[in-house]
């Protein structure tokens, strides 16, 4: 198979890297410190085929849906690579999968057989088995775990799959070249606007275009250090991207994480926001515990590194425009920029090399870049990493766009955006009343740029529907147009600026998924809450805006004719936290990021026409940018916080 040729299924991708990269290392997993365990491309591919026909033999068939549920390991990604090999539906779900959840999945789904990676995952499907109408094999990953009667064991499996193989048994490449590229490669299920899961379906040919678009170039000598959860489509599109480019994936966890950015010294890396944020953390942490010559020295250092920088992104305009820079005022800045440029270089080469390049370190000293994904990254971290010369990137896009909509490359790296969209991509800003295009409209001044309104995209990345929800695609798509729910502009820059969402779901800084309305139904069962809203996209938990009832607090002893008189009250904090505490607990069945750690009165009721719809339903973003300081003020530790 030609190197130049595009795959057309991600199984053909899988074929060709194993022809083209053969002994070269495709994964390595940790034993210990210093000691990994690699698979080459063409023991991965056997590893592959002889898997895929055990699956085969135990009668999955093409286009079956087959579940994986477990997070990073190497058997995860081979389980996945033999469910392609079969022409099957890889339906994958972290180790945390919730009852509720394996239960809503495995039915809706039609799953027959299921990858299950612990004792403890293996041991919840078997008390659940008398509900799970269809599943009928389930395969355990763990090579140290006991498997219950009637279970097998991945080993068992793979093993079934090689002897019928040494047999002559050549199934699985038949249904490699029977795959069509419009044929579901994954079936990902994300939460949904009730709370009921969504199976959001992506075929061969949405994957398959990435790998043309994506524009971080890998070779054979890189090396990538998988953290993220991989059974979310940033992650796994990323290790999807590895084999086809020749890297080497190595399987790293929070817990050895610091070893083996040291060990391993990647090149590259999937990222989110809650991982720099750490490493910031400890970066800040040690710098306090330094001498103060130290101390001295990396503030100089990192004051430097900051005017170089900045020197550099207005040169290369890559600065962020939000408003058009007229010609007569950039020419002095540039000017001035250059200047300054030209004055800080060679102090900052000398403290480049002998202060940041040891800070460097903390993410092995190799490392070309790093693309962060699953939240906004706060603005603050990423100067910080910039300006130290650790080329944190931004990346923006969906479950339901496989996920690549845009990223940052070093020549589009404009700091608090996430960069232009890729090849083959179309976007449009849209107004959320009134569904006008914004962006790019030719009669608008400057076609748009600069006005904020929802993020439509359109491009070969989106997903072809949800599951066995008619109503909820033609809800998504509309004339060929994905609507994310996401609020943005485009920069005068060319770059994607995402301002916040009009959809309900919230991302967290560490990438979990949650919806807010069973978390405010159940609050709305308070007597002491008229409205709320849970908050938290992009940050490390949620919090919630109460509209107090007045009424309530009064029979409870609370003297105030006021909202903004019932917020000066201890006592009725010190109620209101209790009520909370009570209200979302994990006793009362909300998972441990769903919990409230923190609130705020706001000081008016809800009002329809204002932050309520004629049916009394809340408009998100008008609440969102209405109280957006109090937002802001949220998330600085006060009296309303719950500890």
């Not at 390049?357 to 000293?365: D, M």
């Not at 491009?459 to 729910?485: C, N, S």
Request: proline content about 5%; some cysteine; glycine content about 8%.
């Amino acid at each position: 198979m030609e190197e130049d040729i595009p795959p057309h299924n991600v199984a053909e991708l899988y074929q060709r890297s194993a022809s083209l990269y053969e002994d070269m290392p495709a994964f390595a997993t940790r034993r210990k410190e210093f000691e990994w365990i690699p698979v080459s491309f063409r023991e991965l591919y056997s590893q592959g085929l002889a898997l895929a026909t055990g699956l085969i033999d135990l009668g999955v068939e093409a286009r079956d849906h087959v579940g994986i549920f477990g997070d990073n390991r190497f058997e995860w990604i081979l389980s996945d690579y033999a469910i392609q090999f079969c022409g099957a539906v890889s339906v994958p779900r972290g180790r945390d999968v919730t009852d509720e959840e394996l239960i809503y999945i495995i039915n809706h789904a039609n799953i027959r057989v299921a990858f299950v990676e612990t004792e403890a995952l293996q041991a919840k499907i078997q008390n659940l088995r008398s509900q799970l109408k269809g599943l009928q094999e389930v395969i355990l990953h763990d090579p140290d775990g006991t498997v219950l009667e009637g279970n097998r064991s991945f080993a068992d499996v793979k093993a079934l799959g090689g002897a019928l193989r040494d047999r002559g048994d050549r199934t699985a490449e038949e249904r490699i070249n029977d795959i069509k590229s419009d044929d579901l490669f994954t079936l990902i299920y994300t939460s949904g606007t009730t709370g009921k899961p969504k199976g959001v379906m992506l075929t061969h040919a949405n994957m398959v275009s990435q790998m043309q678009v994506i524009p971080i170039k890998l070779s054979c000598t890189d090396r990538v250090l998988s953290i993220l959860p991989i059974w979310h489509i940033f992650e796994r599109v990323f290790e999807v991207y590895t084999l086809y480019s020749g890297s080497c994936t190595y399987y790293t966890s929070v817990r050895t994480l610091g070893e083996d950015l040291r060990n391993v010294e990647p090149t590259f890396m999937g990222s989110a926001p809650r991982l720099w944020e750490g490493l910031h953390k400890r970066i800040m942490d040690g710098i306090k515990a330094a001498h103060p010559v130290r101390r001295a020295l990396f503030h100089i250092a990192y004051f430097l590194g900051s005017q170089y920088q900045e020197s550099l992104f207005y040169l290369r305009n890559n600065h962020l425009k939000m408003e058009p820079e007229p010609f007569w005022q950039r020419v002095p800045l540039w000017i001035a920029n250059a200047l300054r440029f030209i004055l800080v270089i060679p102090w900052y080469g000398f403290f480049n090399a002998t202060v940041l390049e040891n800070i460097r370190l903390v993410t092995g000293g190799s490392l070309k870049a790093t693309v962060s994904g699953g939240g906004a990254l706060p603005l603050e971290i990423d100067r910080f990493f910039n300006y130290i010369g650790i080329p944190v990137l931004e990346g923006y896009g969906l479950t339901e766009t496989s996920p690549v909509v845009a990223v940052r490359t070093e020549m589009d790296l404009v700091i608090g955006t996430i960069g232009p969209t890729v090849q083959d991509t179309e976007i449009r800003i849209v107004d959320l009343n009134t569904n006008e295009v914004l962006y790019p409209n030719p009669n608008l001044p400057h076609q748009g740029r600069g006005m904020r309104g929802e993020i439509c995209i359109r491009g070969p990345q989106v997903m072809k529907g949800y599951y066995r929800e008619p109503e909820m695609t033609d809800k998504a798509i509309r004339d060929g147009w994905f609507h994310t729910g996401d609020i943005g502009m485009m920069t005068f820059n060319n770059c994607m600026k995402i301002l916040g969402r009009s959809k309900s779901t919230i991302v967290l800084s560490n990438g979990e998924n949650l919806e807010p309305e069973p978390i405010e139904l159940r609050l709305g069962q308070s007597p002491y809450i008229d409205h709320c809203m849970v908050v938290g996209q992009d940050q490390r938990h949620i919090g919630v805006l109460i509209v107090p009832n007045l009424e309530s607090f009064r029979e409870a002893g609370i003297q105030a004719d006021s909202i903004d008189e019932l917020m000066k009250d201890p006592t009725a904090h010190k109620i209101m936290g209790e009520d909370i505490r009570t209200q979302i607990s994990s006793s009362t069945g909300f998972r441990g990021f769903e919990l409230i750690r923190e609130y705020r009165f706001v000081p008016d009721a809800f009002k329809v026409g204002d932050e309520l719809t004629d049916l009394h339903k809340m408009k998100r973003h008008v609440v969102a940018s209405k109280y957006e300081e109090l937002i802001h003020e949220l998330y600085s530790n006060g009296a309303s916080s719950l500890k």
